[in-house]
């Protein structure tokens, strides 16, 4: 493991911990989308199916049960524990143009045709797109609160650091994955503008990232 994954993976971690630490302490999960925490959701499961039948180290398993227990944890806040604070009539993105294209490509590109490696390509490509609920209730709404642009920083981060750790691999291993290079550049692409303001409003200090209206 190279030093790109492994910050990688602490930013995803970070970027976690710091959605859930914010919906525990505020008890409010406004401005959170709960779709792309179900989708989220839904990537480290069909994911992770080979928990119990593959060990590849200690650092993987811990790593899978981590991502699986945090994200059930905090679909869990925003749909039972705090629900009456979820903002459903702002969280209105139609989740099934996503599903249905990633469904579908998941059965035409993938490295062999069996189950466990459809689900394994549906995550990933999944993974590329499951921000955009949350993106989209950004955009919506107008504005977002530091903490969660904290949150969209440290998962854009994660995505960075990813793809450097692909060209370090695809360098001294020869290695790559068209696949997952391909999706973590999209989700990535994804997240420029985003990146744009919040360096030049979040970090000024601003409690909010208030978007640019349209003319």
């Known amino acids: 493991m190279n030093v790109f994954r492994l910050a990688g993976d602490v930013s995803h971690l970070?970027?976690?911990i710091i959605l859930l630490l914010k919906i525990w302490r505020s008890k409010s999960c406004a401005g959170i989308s709960g779709k792309s925490q179900v989708l989220f959701?839904?990537?480290?499961?069909?994911?992770?199916?080979d928990l119990f039948t593959v060990f590849i180290s200690p650092y993987n398993t811990v790593m899978k049960v981590v991502f699986l227990a945090l994200a059930y944890a905090t679909v869990y806040l925003i749909y039972m524990r705090f629900r009456n604070t979820y903002n459903s009539e702002n969280d209105t993105f139609r989740v099934e143009f996503l599903l249905v294209p990633v469904v579908g490509l998941s059965f035409l590109e993938n490295y062999a045709f069996t189950p466990l490696e459809i689900l394994w390509t549906f995550s990933i490509f999944l993974e590329a797109v499951a921000i955009m609920p949350q993106l989209f209730m950004i955009t919506k709404t107008g504005e977002a609160e530091s903490?969660?642009?904290h949150y969209l920083f440290f998962l854009g981060l994660y995505r960075a650091l990813y793809i450097a750790n692909w060209v370090w691999r695809y360098h001294t291993e020869g290695f790559f994955d068209q696949i997952a290079v391909v999706s973590g550049v999209v989700q990535t692409i994804f997240y420029c503008d985003f990146f744009y303001l919040y360096v030049t409003r979040v970090l000024r200090g601003r409690g909010k990232?208030?978007?640019?209206m349209p003319i």
């Open 41 to 49: 959701a839904l990537v480290f499961t069909t994911r992770y199916l």
């Open 14 to 16: 970070v970027a976690i």
């Open 147 to 149: 903490i969660t642009t």
């Open 209 to 212: 990232m208030s978007l640019p």
